[in-house]
T-cell receptor
């Protein structure tokens, strides 16, 4: 496998269910990200992990719980979601460089998980 | 609030023409700028990044950055129907990228 993979690709769940999204990167990167993409809205950053430590949490509701056990794997645990949480959830990875006013770390995206909450 | 603005489009151009996509951003401290292409139902893929004022060319694509005016643009020469997609502008702030909502490009054959 190469690049960034995500499973499952499609998920339908009820509001009382608990599920997890999985992301794996094969690029040797040190940072991983979760984004939410809703129709006609910009990509919304949810979480950033750098060297397995969460460095960004964009006021995401607690019903979304990220986990980063190592630099290659990232999970998003879901519980008691709402219908408005239905969206495409994208994982990305990059190689963050320290400091650097002109740091150009590029984020590479996985194929996404299309989530539908009934 | 860091903002990135793009015209949602759709921008329609005939095959072979130049497509011009524009993006403005709110924070003068921004250092790195990215253009991603996203086909319907797919994830974003990087086209180019730029961090110095001026032009950067890669094949049919040219990114242009003007930090004084806080805009970045993407030119696509000899547009092809396969270029039809949503183009996302992204601006790096610290550890994160802030994305615009994207511009839909349609290239008519």
């Amino acid at each position: 496998e190469t690049g960034v993979t995500q499973t499952p690709r499609h998920l339908v769940m009820g509001m009382t269910n608990k599920k997890s999204l999985k992301c794996e990167q094969h690029l040797g990167h040190n940072a991983m990200y979760w984004y939410k993409q809703s129709a006609k809205k910009p990509l919304e950053l949810m979480f950033v992990y750098s060297l397995e430590e969460r460095v960004e949490n964009n006021s995401v509701p607690s019903r979304f719980s990220p986990e980063c056990p190592n630099s290659s794997h990232l999970f998003l645990h879901l519980h008691t979601l709402q219908p408005e949480d239905s969206a495409l959830y994208l994982c990305a990875s990059s190689q963050l460089r320290p400091g650097g006013a002109a740091s150009t770390d590029t984020q590479y995206f996985g194929p996404g998980t299309r989530l539908t909450v009934l | 609030q860091k903002e990135v603005e793009q015209n949602s489009g759709p921008l329609s151009v005939p095959e072979g023409a130049i497509a011009s996509l524009n993006c403005t951003y709110s924070d003068r401290g921004s250092q790195s700028f990215f253009w991603y292409r996203q086909y319907s139902g797919k994830s974003p893929e990087l086209i180019m990044f730029i961090y110095s004022n001026g032009d950067k060319e890669d094949g049919r694509f040219t990114a242009q950055l003007n930090k004084a005016s806080q805009y970045v643009s993407l030119l696509i020469r000899d547009s092809q129907p396969s270029d039809s997609a949503t183009y996302l502008c992204a601006v790096r702030y610290g550890n994160k990228l802030v994305f615009g909502a994207g511009t839909i490009l349609r290239v008519k054959s």
